[in-house]
């Protein structure tokens, strides 16, 4: 099937990932785009006027059953998270996000969606398997046996249940993509609820502009990741909602660096070298996580291939325009005078 000429509901479309991709729709022959997020226009990331744009909470089902009335596809991306040092200290929060996807689950069968597409994590992968920075890569079947990060990988498994059973008993078709690090510009990069890849920016841009030439690393630098550019994402996610492909899929790049290597990497865009201080006793995640790309390969023919060197350039320099500008405008408030009109 095609997302052109469907009437396409996006869930959480005022966070970083969903206001990619209500632009991304909007420009790509949809019907209409109804774009929900709980949070106050004036925080989305992105606002585009072209898209239905409306606050609601989809924690309750009756929010839900508004949201998705009309729509032929509903892509689930709202969630309650966060970088590490967010959804560590933040597992109760993390777990209530099961209601948002049970009632929206809920909500397209009542309503007759033709195709919900959900939002799944790397989270949800066995910790077993995660134990050294010199990971293999993780293939889908090893979220089983089940031992995924407390919290917001077992609200992820469970949700990922819940849309097989969905489909099972109920004939919704359900499509699910585990995304691996999504970074890039229009996202969180300040307040706590940042990833890695904005954080490193931002603490590499402060040491800059502010002369003292260190910076403090969560863990001691070895952690392994793979960083996956939101323009991969959002591509990745719509072949994975247009496919015929029911089972869960790595969607994630295979780029493996260390927290050290990524350090470098913004250390070079920026033109300083920083003293790293290693803060031990900081949320640090796993050891060691990346993806691995055959079941997508194999399926798709595609699977992510924007280089980290070029996605972490585009990255670092928008939020230093960001930062450059946060004396004179709060950071919602400019993205949203932006591109309001977009």
């Known amino acids: ?101 049970t009632h929206m689950l809920l909500a397209a069968r009542d309503c007759a969606v033709e195709r919900f597409f959900y939002s799944s994590s790397a989270c949800v992968y066995n910790g077993a398997k995660q134990l050294s920075p010199a990971v ?22 469970f949700s990922e249940r819940m849309c097989r059973h969905f489909e099972e008993d109920f004939g919704l078709e359900c499509r699910m993509a585990r995304y691996h690090n999504v970074y890039g510009p229009f996202g969180t990069w300040s307040g706590g609820r940042e990833k890695a890849p904005a954080a490193l920016c931002r603490k590499v841009i402060e040491a800059k502009l502010s002369g003292k030439r260190e910076i403090e690393i969560w863990g001691d630098g070895s952690q392994t990741r793979s960083f996956m550019y939101i323009d991969d994402c959002i591509l990745g996610t719509r072949l994975i909602t247009e496919s015929n492909v029911r089972e869960p899929l790595n969607l994630g790049s295979s780029e493996l660096v260390t ?27 796993v050891n060691g996580r990346n993806s691995d790309n055959t079941r997508i390969q194999q399926r798709l023919g595609w699977s992510p291939s924007i280089a980290l060197c070029d996605g972490m350039a585009r990255t670092y320099h928008w939020i230093e325009r960001e930062m450059n500008q946060s004396s004179r405008l709060p950071h919602h408030a400019g993205v949203l005078e932006r591109y309001a009109t977009a």
């Open 136 to 157: 293999i890569p993780l293939r889908e079947e090893d979220a089983y046996p089940a031992m995924p990060e407390d919290g917001y990988g077992w609200e992820k498994l």
């Open 1 to 101: 099937m095609t997302l052109k000429g469907k009437r396409v509901l996006v869930c959480g479309a005022g966070g970083f990932i969903g206001g990619h991709m209500v632009r991304n729709l909007l420009s790509s022959g949809v019907a209409s785009v109804r774009a929900v997020d709980i949070k106050p226009k004036t925080e989305w990331y992105q606002v585009l006027a072209e898209a239905e744009n409306l606050v609601l909470d989809l924690s309750e089902k009756r929010n839900c059953l508004h949201a998705a009335q009309g729509n032929d596809i509903v892509i689930q991306l709202a969630a309650d998270m966060g970088g590490m040092g967010f959804i560590e200290s933040n597992k109760a929060l993390c777990m209530l996000n099961v209601l948002v996807n």
């Open 259 to 285: 927290i050290d290597q990524l350090v470098t990497l913004v250390e070079g865009l920026a033109g300083v070298h920083l003293k790293r201080r290693y803060n031990l006793l900081a949320p640090r995640g």
